[in-house]
């Protein structure tokens, strides 16, 4: 396929091609706006610094700001193109940053979830002390209050099923892009 083909055929109709735009453009504002917010937030408050369930959020927010500004505008161009535009460097470009941007976002998502459901299951409390956020100070209910309570049962099976629907609904989500 050539470039002179791509203009007389293009893929979309005018009213697809400025609906995808429009939803797209809407779509990169709120994630790159919704980001650096996060990311301002926290390094602003000396609060959200000192827990490390915040340092996984600042961490998707990064992995996110990334993914729509980089990722987003480069992949609608294509997809409204139906061919790259951009030439081969910036192509490969895209596709280590959309990868690794992506791969991180994952990944900080699972990180959240085992890190909440440490929380849940095991009783886990967050020190308020720890040193410029870096570093967590967990600690077990004392050996006295071990003692199998009648809902622990029931907070694991609570924190089971939401760790099984927020995967299922991300693999319901990531399988038909892959």
Same mark, same amino acid.
């Given at each position: 396929?050539?470039?002179?083909?791509?203009?007389?055929?293009?893929?979309?109709?005018? @009213?697809?091609?400025? *609906?995808?735009? !429009?939803?797209?453009?809407?779509?990169?504002?709120? +994630?790159?706006?919704?980001?650096? /917010? $996060?990311? /301002?937030?926290?390094?602003?408050?000396?609060?959200? =610094?000192?827990?490390?369930?915040?340092?996984?959020?600042?961490?998707?927010?990064?992995?996110?700001?990334?993914?729509?500004?980089?990722?987003?505008? @480069?992949?609608?161009?294509? $997809?409204?193109?139906?061919?790259?535009?951009?030439?081969? #460097?910036?192509? %490969?470009?895209?596709?280590?940053?959309?990868? $690794?941007?992506?791969?991180?976002?994952?990944?900080?998502?699972?990180? #959240?979830? @085992?890190?909440?459901?440490?929380?849940? *299951?095991?009783?886990? =409390?967050?020190?308020?002390?720890?040193?410029?956020?870096?570093?967590?100070?967990?600690? =077990?209910?004392?050996? !006295?209050?071990?003692? #199998? %309570?009648?809902? +622990?049962?029931? %907070?694991?099976?609570?924190? &089971?099923?939401?760790? +099984? /629907? @927020?995967?299922?609904?991300?693999?319901?989500?990531? &399988?038909?892009?892959?």
């Amino acid at each position: 396929m050539n470039g002179n083909d791509t203009i007389e055929n293009p893929p979309f109709s005018p @009213l697809a091609s400025f *609906t995808i735009s !429009t939803v797209m453009t809407i779509i990169i504002f709120v +994630t790159v706006f919704g980001n650096l /917010i $996060v990311i /301002i937030f926290f390094c602003i408050d000396s609060k959200i =610094r000192k827990s490390t369930s915040n340092l996984y959020l600042l961490n998707l927010a990064c992995a996110d700001l990334l993914v729509g500004i980089f990722s987003l505008p @480069l992949n609608t161009s294509w $997809v409204l193109h139906d061919y790259w535009p951009h030439g081969e #460097i910036v192509c %490969k470009l895209w596709v280590v940053v959309d990868y $690794v941007a992506c791969f991180e976002s994952c990944l900080s998502i699972i990180l #959240i979830s @085992l890190d909440r459901y440490l929380l849940v *299951t095991q009783e886990i =409390r967050y020190d308020s002390e720890t040193k410029q956020g870096t570093s967590v100070s967990c600690q =077990r209910e004392s050996e !006295t209050n071990t003692v #199998i %309570k009648p809902h +622990t049962n029931a %907070k694991h099976l609570k924190a &089971a099923k939401t760790l +099984t /629907i @927020l995967v299922g609904v991300f693999l319901l989500c990531w &399988a038909p892009y892959n």
